[in-house]
Structures are given as structure tokens and as C-alpha cells.
């Protein structure tokens, strides 16, 4: 179940719009957040092809959206979609409240959708006849529970990663800029082991000089947290850092970044 590390820029648009079409198949998400992840990649995305746009018309229904981000994915890798859809269900606050039953049912179609390694399916295949026996009432059998589910979503998932990427790059400094003092006024972030302190990276962009910011989930939740609601595409994790990530915040520094320094860091100014 490890994850390729072939991300290269953010957005990966290939392997989000596979995530996509898993999360629409068992309604993760609705198919208005689908149109909208589409619009917000328009200004900061070349759509030479249009397939973004045919997206963002399609139809409002499952079939019609999951056949337009087909062109768009990469059907080859549903193991890596599979572990962005547990990462998704452990992290995601609406996908966190779900019943015990409505997560083993989302679990259970993807299992036969073989989005998952054997050894996940398998432990998904036990919740699913437990829920069964129990709701049976079959003696001496028990349904999992909620934090049963919930510390099997934290094992077997990779850290998770979310990505934000703005029109102009002072927005990037801005939006650095109050995450860093948010770090520096909640001291409850410091008292957290080291290594999951909140961090952020840049990642220059290829074709322009545009930058994206990446958070570790400790520093996306701060950002959930405060800036709610946040765009769809910052929603979806990622599995891996890009190789090229260069780390602007961590708690370890000693005077974690300013908005002053952020902006020097992503445009040189």
C-alpha cells in the first residue's frame, strides 16, 4: 500500500481527479464540490484540451461527472486513490461523523471496487460481517465500533498532505503569513511530539512562476479551523510530498516565519 511519489507539481490534477471519482461513487462528496474543484482550477490551470470546462457543465448527477473526470484520471493506480479516500474518511470533519455503518458501506463498495491492498480488504471484509452478524443479533457477535474504525483508518493510512494555490503570490505570503502567527498565538501546538509539528512547503510551479503551499495535516488543521470553508482542491489529500517541496514553516524553528518573511521566501521581493 505504499504510494508512488510521482507527484511532481500541485495541483496533481490526474490523481485528484481519481480520487474524485471514488469519492462521488459512494458519496463522499456531493457533486456540486466536483463542479466547484473544477472553477477553482480554471484560473490557475492551462485547459488547452477543455476537459476542466466539461467538467465544471456537466450535469450535477454521478454517472455525468465521473465520466467527465475520467480523461482526466489515471485509472491505473486505484491503490493510491484507495489510500486518499481512508486518508479523506479519517480527516474530512463531515467524512469523520459519518455512523459506523455508513463508513463500513463506503469501505465496503470501494473493497469491491479493489481500491485496496489484500491485507485492508481483508480487515474491511471483518468489519462488514460483523456489522451483518450483529445486526442479525447473532449472539456473542458486536458490531466495530466508531474508534475501532477510526484507529483502523490511522494505522493503515499514509500522512496526508493538502494543497492550496492562489492566483497571485502575495496571497500565498498573506495567507503563510496568518498561519504562521496562528502557530505562534495557540500554544497548544507546541506541546505536540516534534515531528508532528504544524510545517509548510513551497513547490514552484513548472510552467510559470507561480508557487503552491503545502500543509501537513497538523498545520491543515489549523488552517480548517480558521479559514473554514476552505476550497474543495485544499480538501484532498495527497500521500507523498513532491520532491522539489522546500520547507518554509516549521515549529521547530525558533521564530517560526512572519508575513514579512513569507513573501520574501515566495517571491524574492
Not at 474508534?147 to 500522512?159: F, H, I, Q, S, Y
Amino acid at each position: 500500500m505504499r504510494p508512488s511519489r510521482r507527484i511532481l507539481v500541485i495541483p496533481d490534477v490526474r490523481g485528484e481527479a481519481e480520487f474524485l471519482r471514488a469519492a462521488l461513487l459512494v458519496g463522499l462528496l456531493r457533486a456540486q464540490d466536483v463542479a466547484a474543484w473544477a472553477e477553482q482550477l480554471l484560473p490557475i490551470l492551462s485547459d488547452e484540451n477543455g476537459r476542466l470546462t466539461e467538467v465544471m457543465l456537466a450535469p450535477l448527477e454521478l454517472t455525468a461527472l465521473r465520466e467527465a473526470l475520467r480523461p482526466l484520471g489515471q485509472p491505473s493506480q486505484p491503490l493510491d486513490a484507495g489510500l486518499l479516500v481512508l486518508s479523506f474518511m479519517a480527516l474530512d470533519p463531515d467524512s469523520a461523523s459519518l455512523g459506523v455503518a455508513d463508513q463500513v458501506l463506503v469501505l465496503s463498495l470501494l473493497r469491491r471496487e479493489e481500491m485496496f491492498a489484500p491485507a485492508a480488504a481483508s480487515q474491511i471484509k471483518l468489519f462488514e460481517d460483523r456489522l451483518m452478524l450483529a445486526s442479525g443479533n447473532v449472539a456473542g457477535e458486536a458490531a466495530p465500533s466508531r474508534e475501532e474504525v477510526g484507529a483502523w483508518l490511522d494505522a493503515v493510512r499514509p500522512p496526508s498532505y493538502f494543497r492550496f494555490v492562489f492566483e497571485r503570490e502575495d496571497e500565498t505570503g498573506a495567507f503563510l503569513g496568518a498561519l504562521s502567527r496562528k502557530v505562534v498565538r495557540d500554544r497548544r501546538m507546541h506541546h505536540g511530539p516534534r515531528a508532528n509539528g504544524p510545517r509548510a512547503w513551497i513547490v514552484r510551479r513548472e510552467d510559470d512562476h507561480r508557487v503552491g503551499l503545502i500543509l501537513n495535516e497538523t498545520l491543515w488543521r489549523v488552517a480548517l479551523r480558521e479559514f473554514s470553508p476552505l476550497p474543495v482542491g485544499s480538501r484532498l489529500p495527497y500521500c507523498a510530498l513532491p520532491t522539489d517541496a522546500e520547507l518554509v514553516l516549521d515549529q521547530d524553528d525558533a521564530r517560526p516565519m512572519g508575513l514579512d518573511e513569507a513573501l520574501v521566501r515566495i517571491s524574492g521581493w
